[in-house]
């Protein structure tokens, strides 16, 4: 839906000769847009030339939900559990990453819808109450929530109001890179990187079209396979499906409610996200998270009947006075995930390499963190973000095949029993103990 528009940039031209650059980034979604925007920003004399393989935005960062959370850490609890001593500091360069994004949009006028509504919580399941702060102000019974919302599925809920904006993701891509090339970053589409040598003093990127020699290079690309050999196993790509309605009627509207226009997400393992766009269609995904054997990624996966059909079924049990609600577009994407669900980092090639992966989908807000970080690695000062343990350390790597296979599967029917019966099986609490698992 946000890439069937008619703003959409025509494609640049791909790389088709040998080019020289200070700061090579790899990758033209979130992460690499922001890093060579803030590159740039940070010096404004240092070259710097963007690959992307396929389409700016074309991949998770043009088919997300528009959720554009404060979180670095995939949610707090997350975070507490894995980093307790630095999750405060965490929560606050969260919050600074927040504001600095709403900061950027304006500056530059980047027109992507955002709105600072927040977002909602809600419990659908009883076991799932007991989860919810009851004694925060922000906490709504189910009358004060159903007067937000009005579904006959909640039962309470929590309304964040200041941790997630929402925004139109692909306009955001778009204005990005737009800031980039006013602010002199050479941006190259249709270009795949297939290498990356070392040579003395310099980097070679390997492309169809040329060889890219650089001084320094920042590798975005997320859930694609790595450049690296060393963090292959480090992620795993899962696919994430998303509907989205016509726009509702005035009338159809009246009966939801929704005046806020908060960003919602149930409290299931595998759980959904919806939201109104801003000509009030409700985009509707999650719930399913599809791993295909052997790490595979194809563009026939983006497209998946079942589960297009559950989430259709979702949708009418959440809001049954919308029953006959026509949906104008289904699509999928892949997300990178890793064995702590939020984002890792690290250098090669004698530091003259970053690399910034495993954002589990609340990647729209975390990249731009990500980004900082990488220029913090590539300049070889230390700073407040790379003397972070979260920064310092990686999760540990999937299995190879078939083990990683069957551990995914296994885990994701144990979620599923879980949102049924709100406890968690011997599988999932070894899990839990061993600091590993799956998140839809």
Known sequence: MWLDSPERPPARPALDADAETDLAVVGGGFTGLWTALMAKERQPDRTVLLLEADRIGGAATGRNGGFCSASLT????????RFPDECDELLG??????????????RYGIDCDLIESGELHVATRHHELAALDTTSEDYLDVVALRQQVDSPTYLGGVWERDETILVDPARLAWGLAAAAEEAGVRIVEMTAVTRVRRRGDRIDLSTPGGTVHASRVALATNAFPALLRRIRLHTVPVYDYVLATEPLSDEQLDSIGWENRQGIGDSGNLFHYYRLTADNRILWGGYDAIYHFGRRIRTEYDQRDETHHVLARHVFETFPQLEGLLFTHRWGGVID????????????KRGRVAYASGYTGLGVGATRFGANVMLDLLSGEETSRTRLRMVRTRPLPFPPEPFAFIGI?????????ADRSGRRNVWLRTLDRLGLGFDS
């Open 74 to 81: 995939h949610g707090e609890e997350n975070g507490r559990r």
């Open 409 to 417: 599967q296994l885990t994701r029917w144990s979620l599923s029993r």
């Open 93 to 106: 360069l969260g919050m600074e990453n927040l504001r600095e994004i709403t900061e950027t949009v304006f």
């Open 337 to 348: 995930t890793c064995t702590r669900f939020f984002a890792f980092f690290g250098t090669a």
